[in-house]
């Protein structure tokens, strides 16, 4: 039983390195936008926590104003969007995947920028990191597309 998890051992002159590999840019991608999802979804939350923030949305008031079924829609329409890049990254061919991602992650590093600088508050701690990390995320999309590799004519067959 000893030997079921033996260690070859190397020689201690040589160098070596983990194994890797090459992640696709599609991958990438639809991994980002599943983080940034995971931010979106987590701020909504931590934030009923904060105090008076239940019975705002109970009476019918919002983070943006007065809460309506067509506001509601909005909301939902919007964050369509990253949730519909998620498998839009892995499926869509790499000339519409790219321009898609930039357009989708320009319009998300907006708005996001937009509510951390609304958001700063003591309460709002939370939102802001999340917001900024958000940031991070969104403009990492942007820019891992913007440089989305070329290949030629030949080898992308």
Same mark, same amino acid.
């Given at each position: 039983?000893?030997?079921?998890?033996?260690?070859?051992?190397?020689?201690?002159?040589?160098?070596?390195?983990?194994?890797?590999?090459?992640?696709?840019?599609?991958?990438?991608?639809?991994?980002?936008?599943?983080?940034?999802?995971?931010?979106?979804?987590?701020?909504?939350?931590?934030?009923?926590?904060?105090?008076?923030? $239940?019975?705002? +949305?109970?009476?019918?008031? =919002?983070?943006?104003?007065?809460?309506?079924? /067509?506001?509601? #829609? *909005? @909301?939902?329409?919007?964050?369509?969007?990253?949730?519909?890049?998620?498998?839009?990254?892995?499926?869509?061919?790499?000339?519409?995947?790219?321009?898609?991602?930039?357009?989708?992650?320009?319009?998300?590093?907006? $708005?996001?920028? +937009?509510?951390?600088?609304? =958001?700063?508050?003591?309460?709002?701690?939370? /939102?802001?990191? #999340? *917001? @900024?990390?958000?940031?991070?995320?969104?403009?990492?999309?942007?820019?891992?597309?913007?440089?989305?590799?070329?290949?030629?004519?030949?080898?992308?067959?």
């Amino acid at each position: 039983m000893r030997n079921v998890l033996q260690v070859k051992k190397m020689p201690s002159n040589q160098h070596y390195q983990r194994e890797d590999f090459r992640i696709n840019i599609k991958l990438k991608l639809s991994a980002l936008w599943i983080s940034a999802m995971f931010c979106y979804v987590y701020g909504d939350f931590f934030s009923l926590f904060v105090p008076g923030r $239940i019975e705002d +949305l109970m009476n019918g008031k =919002s983070g943006v104003g007065a809460t309506t079924p /067509y506001s509601i #829609l *909005a @909301f939902a329409l919007l964050m369509t969007i990253p949730i519909l890049m998620i498998v839009l990254s892995l499926v869509l061919k790499p000339a519409v995947n790219r321009w898609l991602n930039i357009g989708a992650g320009i319009f998300f590093t907006l $708005i996001m920028t +937009l509510i951390l600088v609304t =958001s700063l508050s003591k309460w709002m701690l939370f /939102y802001v990191y #999340l *917001a @900024f990390v958000e940031v991070i995320l969104t403009s990492t999309i942007v820019w891992i597309s913007w440089k989305w590799p070329r290949v030629t004519e030949a080898s992308a067959k």
